[in-house]
């Protein structure tokens, strides 16, 4: 596609990705198929194409409106359209050059804004979590049925193994994930115990909430923090950096490109990169450890977007559950975002419930007793109106977990 960027973007190197980018689009619609805003709104302009060519007249030069900003803020990011692109086109970096170029042309509604800025303040500070759950989890009963099923059921923890091993990796604890569901790191933490393997727990956050929040300034302080954290565990001889959340590993994922106008932060940024591994690259060349613990139990897996489109990961996940003994019942469209994405489900409240309403019927179609993921959102978003209990997929790694 042809673009004519203006002089505000043009030399700079935003500028320069973005063009490269556009220059990519054959502006073929093959992408509009996959996407799950055009599949449920069926406007152009709410499917990675239209999208695009918003983009692209906003980096030329037209003052974009509050609808343009609509349209990009209705996009959940899921990547679902750079999967099925032909041509490679990078959808999810030139809609962060983009919102960032509308961000600062189009003032927020002063709602949008303060919403903004509480999931901020709530959900990067574990305490702050945990203080409110405390607080609400009692009151539970006496709620809106809204705001009650949002809360996550408390997880009952099994003990933590107290070997020591020689081999250590590192293991990030997140913000959300640590509060809301510490079950699944506790799972990979026994996990990989069996593997002969010990952790290192790093607390911090990826910064995906800010950086998706439009609070993209905030978001590279909290990417600089872990950078920093984790080159010091890596430094004392841990051999990689362990990351649960299939939506914080693909943030980690993208933070050479991030960076990659500032020089010392981009090497940074690569190192940890490159020492980043999804539970599933650990476990499956020691898959026969989890033989037959499934006992042929009938589960949905749902691959989260960021697993799927962003690390490339669902199949190794699905066959180490196959391989540890579980049916795997089919899901149709399993390409579709559920609605979490991040704090989609919070600013897009609609949308992510229409996404979910369509997704649950999808994994329930099969007939599983459990629907397992790979995600602290997608996992509590689901969970919030599923028929069968949902978690993580570490946790039916566990003989002695309790689900049905
Ligand atoms: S599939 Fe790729 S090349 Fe075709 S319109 Fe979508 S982004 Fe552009
Ligand atoms: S990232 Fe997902 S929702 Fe956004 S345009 Fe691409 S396919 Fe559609």
């Known amino acids: 596609m042809e673009a004519h960027l203006a002089d505000f973007i043009r030399d700079t190197p935003e500028g320069r990705e973005a063009e490269a980018i556009l220059r990519a689009c054959v502006h073929c619609g093959f992408c509009t198929a996959t996407c799950p805003t055009y599949q449920l709104l069926g ?3 709410d499917g990675p194409r239209g999208r ?15 609808i343009t900003a609509q349209h990009l803020d209705r996009c959940p990011t899921c990547r679902a359209c750079e999967t099925t692109c032909p041509s490679g086109v990078r959808y999810a970096r030139l809609a962060d050059i983009g919102r960032a170029v509308v961000a600062r042309q189009v003032p927020r509604p002063w709602r949008a804004r303060l919403r903004g800025a509480g999931i901020r303040w709530l959900f990067t500070h574990p305490w702050r979590l945990r203080l409110m759950l405390a607080l609400l989890r009692p009151l539970r009963p006496l709620l ?4 009650a099923e949002k809360l996550p059921v408390r997880q009952h923890l099994l003990l933590q193994p107290a070997v020591h091993h020689p081999r250590q990796v590192l293991l990030l604890e997140g913000c959300v994930q640590a509060i809301a569901t510490p079950a699944t790191n506790a799972s990979l933490t026994r996990v990989l115990d069996r593997l002969g393997c010990g952790t290192e727990f790093i607390a911090g956050c990826c910064g995906a909430l800010a950086w998706h929040s439009g609070a993209q300034e905030e978001g590279q302080k909290r990417m600089r923090r872990l950078i920093t954290r984790v080159e010091g565990g890596l430094r004392a001889g841990a051999e990689a950096f362990v990351v649960s959340a299939s939506g914080c ?13 500032q020089p010392v932060w981009a090497e940074r940024a690569q190192r940890m990169a490159a020492a980043l591994r999804d539970p599933s690259e650990l476990i499956a060349p020691a898959i026969e450890h989890w033989d037959g613990v499934g006992k042929a139990k009938r589960i949905a897996f749902h691959a989260p977007c960021t697993l799927q489109h962003a690390l490339h990961r669902a199949a190794a996940v699905e066959t180490i559950l196959t391989r540890a003994g579980y049916v795997l019942t089919p899901v149709p469209e399993a390409h579709l975002c559920c609605g979490s994405a991040g704090s989609y489900s919070l600013t897009q409240p609609e949308i992510a419930a229409a996404l979910r309403t369509r ?8 007939g599983p007793t459990v629907i397992a993921t790979a995600n602290v959102g997608c996992e509590l978003h689901l969970a919030a109106r599923a028929s069968v209990p949902v978690c993580h997929w570490l946790e039916l790694l566990e003989p002695a977990n309790s689900l049905p």
């Open 43 to 45: 406007d152009e302009l």
């Open 144 to 147: 809106p049925a809204q705001f």
């Open 52 to 66: 695009i060519y918003l983009i692209k007249r906003v980096l030329e030069g037209e003052t974009p409106s509050a």
């Open 249 to 261: 590993a693909a943030m980690i994922g993208e933070y050479p490109d991030i960076f990659r106008h």
């Open 359 to 366: 997704k649950l019927a999808a994994l329930a179609s099969g």
